[in-house]
């Protein structure tokens, strides 16, 4: 659903204020202060900034609102957030599927225009549809040898035989599969992609789901053409990162964070110094 302010704008709640001109970022709204606002709808990215600013609701645009999660509930999804190895065949009901996605559509990106396509592949026959096509898209590797050397550089020999004689170390029986999807165009389009898969990835683990970056797949969408044809064709569009979600086979306890360092950059401060480790 595209926002559109000439539609929704009530010129008897205007105050005349020029706000939403200001921060218009795609110049589809002139104003003046004293004046009604002038649209021009050609130019209009629905990014929605004029209504977010507007005093006076002049754009009927209304949000239900709440209490703010708290910095130690948003902290315990993260500390709670781990990759699922072993899902349930159970499927994600449709109106839990809506809930899932319902921040790709506040998600930032650079461009302000959204532009996210999310592709969904779901159903019991999730391998069939992307784990068979990308084994065939891999046998013909491990017969040149090419894929053989690759794995045995890697030390993954093993896992690629186990996974061309067709155990699915890929997707992981994941019932739901999410392909996140940004236009050619944009400049941030991988940033833009891995921002929204993280939003559903929060937002997964909140509604009692689990959830597995998968830059295996990732890597793989632009090779594996089979994968463009159910996913309404990509043609224009890159996929940023792929998500697989479902509810987890195991219960999973939080455990210790990884090791991270922050590095200050300021003046006085020799370059690289730590501030403080995790």
């Known amino acids: 659903m595209k926002f559109s302010p000439d539609r929704a704008f009530r010129s008897e709640a205007c105050t005349r204020c020029g706000s939403c001109g200001i921060v218009c970022p795609s110049g589809a709204i002139r104003s003046r202060v004293g004046e009604p606002p002038l649209f021009i709808p050609d130019r209009c990215i629905g990014c929605g900034h004029c209504a977010s600013v507007c005093p006076a609701d002049a754009f009927s645009f209304q949000c239900e609102t709440g209490r703010a999660a708290g910095a130690g509930e948003t902290m315990e999804l993260f500390r709670r957030r781990r990759s699922i ?11 839990v599927l809506r809930k899932l996605l319902e921040p790709v559509g506040y998600s ?31 046998r013909p590797l491990w017969k040149c040898g090419l894929l053989r050397l690759g794995a045995a550089a890697a030390g993954m020999s093993g896992q690629v035989r186990r996974l061309l004689e067709g155990e699915d170390l890929v997707f992981r029986g994941a019932p739901l599969v999410l392909v996140f999807l940004v236009p050619r165009r944009n400049p941030t389009w991988r940033s833009d992609a891995a921002i929204a898969a993280s939003l559903v990835m929060i937002q997964a683990q909140a509604l009692g789901l689990g959830s597995l970056w998968n830059g295996v797949a990732e890597k793989a969408w632009p090779l594996v053409r089979e994968w463009h044809r159910p996913a309404g064709g990509a043609g224009g569009l890159r996929a940023g990162a792929i998500l697989c979600v479902g509810y987890a086979a195991m219960e999973m306890k939080p455990i210790p964070p990884r090791d991270w360092l922050l590095v200050e950059a300021a003046p006085g401060r020799p ?8």
């Open 85 to 95: 190895r072993f899902f349930r065949p159970e499927q994600v009901p449709d109106e």
């Open 271 to 278: 370059a690289g110094d730590p501030v403080s480790r995790s």
């Open 108 to 138: 930032p990106t650079g461009v302000n225009a959204c532009g996210l396509r999310v592709a969904c592949f779901r159903g019991p026959d999730v391998a069939g549809l992307l784990f068979e096509p990308l084994r065939r898209f891999l």
